[in-house]
Structure formats: structure tokens, C-alpha cells
């Protein structure tokens, strides 16, 4: 499968360099914001402008008590939790690492799917990329060595991973097919979130703000950029190309990742980590390859800069960044 216009490839091009970068803006605000901070101010940008688009386009906001408890849930998985769990783990964690580490998202759904059969058959050459996928992430922890980067920030950027999974499988089930505009659950999502993050501040918001150009630019960009505009781009993509195709952000977010960090940070990365990496996204590939040649599904929600989920998965989760 290949993509079919110089547009979709631009599109792909360009959110993959939002999402991979969203590691850095994280990194760069929270020199300013506390993670409860950062990521209340990211997700309140964000629906403020989606909000903004609808009346432009004249779109209106989901209605019904159902869905919107539907989508209560799957901002706390897709959002508020993973946004947190992030930003908390990248103020030890570099931005390379948590872009690398970000790339295990595709496995976790296809395995939560499997455990609550929303994908009822696992081929042999799903269940080796899964595996694969598993072992490079045991390289990249490296528990047997006293150098390897094992650590309680590291396990939170992986549970983030693990929430954006999770959400994926949620909202396959419960969000999609119900008819309303991408753009309007989107928006509803983010309103979700936010009221869920604005719920937190007391325990990790309360803090004085650093005030300082850079991380203030730095969170308007991932707000604004990585998370609200990349929805749209990403919406389009999925309208011109699928699924499958879109999901590819995923193999080039952790490179974007990666040399940000080195370009703009000076991290380094242990080639072992780098060799993980490429395991990892070697095993991501093979799990793709059974699905390759199903039929396009549009999504009724965003997703995430790390989404790559099996076809029939195709709700995606929004962002972090994730």
C-alpha cells in the first residue's frame, strides 16, 4: 500500500514531525509549568481552538449523556493520564528515550485487544512481531545491567504508552460508528480532558509558574500545533490514505524524536537503546503486515502520535507525546 498524492505525503511528513517533537516542547515547558501544569494548558489551547473551528465550520458538539460519559473515559486514557504520565516522566527522561519508548504503543493495543477479544485471532507472524516487540523493549530497559536506564520515570513514560493502548481499544468499541464529525468528538474529548486535568491541579498545579519566553512558546506550540492541528491533518490523512497509511507516523515519530533531543538537547543515546528501537519498530512492521489490505476505516475520534492500531482498530486515541 503506498500513499496516493504529494499532499497525503506532505500531510505524513508534517505530523510526523509535530507528534515526534512533542517529547522536546514537554521537555522545554516544563522548565516553566509543573507536568499537572503543562499539560492543563496544552489540552485547554487545544480545545479552545477546536471549539474555534466548529463554529467556523458550524459544527456542533456531540449531544447525549451516553456518549458523552463514552468520551469522560476516553479522555482520562487518551489525555489527561498519558499527557500527565509524560510530562512527570520527562523531567528525568530524556526526549529521545521517550519518543523510543512512546513506540511500544501499537503493541499494547494489539495485546489488550487480544485479552478482551476485540481481535480474535493472533497469526504467527503477529504473534513473532509481537514478541519482537516485547524483547526490544526488555533491551532498551536492560534490567541485568547496573547502567541500563530501568527506572520509575522510565516505567511512567511506558505506562503512558500502556493508557494510550488502552484508550485505542475503548474507543474502537465504544466511539466509533456513531455518525458524528471527527472534529466534534475530538473537541468534546478535549473538553473532557481538560475538566480531568483541572481535577488534579490541587495535588501537582498549585506551584508558582516560571514565567520564561521559551517554555511558555514551547507549550503554545504543543497545544495549538501537536495537539489540536495535528487532529485535523491527521483526520484528512485518514480521509485520503486509511488507516494503515496514517499509522505510520509511528515509525518515524521516535527517529524525530531522537535527533531533536541530540540536535537541540545534546542527548545521547546508548547504542543499545538505539538497537531496541529498531526491534521494536521491526516487530510493529510485523504485526502490520496481516492487516495491510483491509478495507479503509474512518476513525471518529483523533489519535495519539504514537497510534499505530490494527485495522479494526481504527478509532484512534488523541495524542501525547505522546
Known amino acids: 500500500m503506498t500513499v496516493t498524492s504529494p499532499g497525503s505525503l506532505l500531510r505524513l ?27 492543563l494548558v ?4 487545544a480545545a479552545v481552538v477546536l471549539l474555534a473551528i ?5 459544527i456542533a458538539l456531540p449531544s447525549g449523556g451516553k456518549l458523552w460519559a463514552h468520551l469522560a473515559v476516553a479522555a482520562l486514557f487518551a489525555n489527561a493520564l498519558p499527557f500527565v504520565l ?40 503477529r504473534g513473532a512481531g509481537l514478541a519482537l516487540g516485547f524483547a526490544g523493549t526488555l533491551l532498551i530497559f536492560a534490567p541485568w545491567q547496573a547502567g541500563g536506564v530501568l527506572s520509575w520515570a522510565s516505567l511512567t513514560i511506558l505506562g503512558a504508552a500502556l493508557s494510550y493502548g488502552l ?5 474502537a468499541r465504544y466511539l466509533a ?17 481538560t475538566g480531568w486535568t483541572a481535577l488534579a491541579l490541587p495535588f501537582g498545579g498549585l506551584q508558582a509558574v516560571r514565567w520564561s519566553p521559551v517554555p511558555l512558546l514551547a507549550v503554545a506550540v504543543l497545544g495549538v500545533f501537536g495537539t489540536a492541528l495535528a487532529f485535523i491533518a491527521y483526520y484528512r490523512l485518514i480521509a485520503d490514505e486509511g488507516p494503515t497509511i496514517a499509522s505510520t507516523t509511528a515509525y518515524l515519530m521516535p527517529i524525530v524524536s531522537v535527533l531533536l533531543g541530540a540536535v537541540v538537547l545534546d542527548e545521547s543515546l546508548h547504542p543499545r537503546v538505539l538497537a531496541g528501537m529498531a526491534v521494536i519498530l ?31 482498530l481504527a478509532a484512534p486515541t488523541a495524542s501525547a507525546g505522546d
Not at 504485526?287 to 504514537?306: F, I, N
Open 282 to 312: 521491526v516487530g510493529v512492521a510485523l504485526t502490520r503486515l496481516s492487516v495491510r489490505r483491509r478495507a479503509r476505516v474512518e476513525p471518529t475520534t483523533p489519535s495519539p502520535p504514537s497510534t499505530v492500531t490494527p485495522a479494526r
Open 13 to 39: 511528513g508534517v505530523l510526523a514531525l509535530l507528534w515526534g517533537s512533542s517529547f522536546l516542547w514537554i521537555k522545554l515547558g516544563l522548565d516553566a509549568f509543573s507536568p499537572v501544569q503543562l499539560v
Open 86 to 125: 509524560f510530562a512527570i516522566g520527562e523531567q528525568t527522561v530524556d526526549t529521545g528515550l521517550a519518543g523510543v519508548l512512546n513506540s511500544t504503543m501499537p503493541l499494547w493495543t494489539l495485546l489488550i485487544a487480544l485479552l478482551v477479544r476485540q481481535e480474535r485471532r493472533l497469526s504467527w507472524v
Open 54 to 58: 466548529l463554529r467556523v465550520r458550524r
Open 167 to 171: 484508550s485505542a481499544v475503548y474507543m
Open 177 to 193: 460508528g456513531h455518525g458524528v464529525p471527527p472534529v466534534a468528538v475530538a473537541t468534546g474529548q478535549m473538553i473532557c480532558a
Open 42 to 45: 496544552r489540552l485547554g489551547l
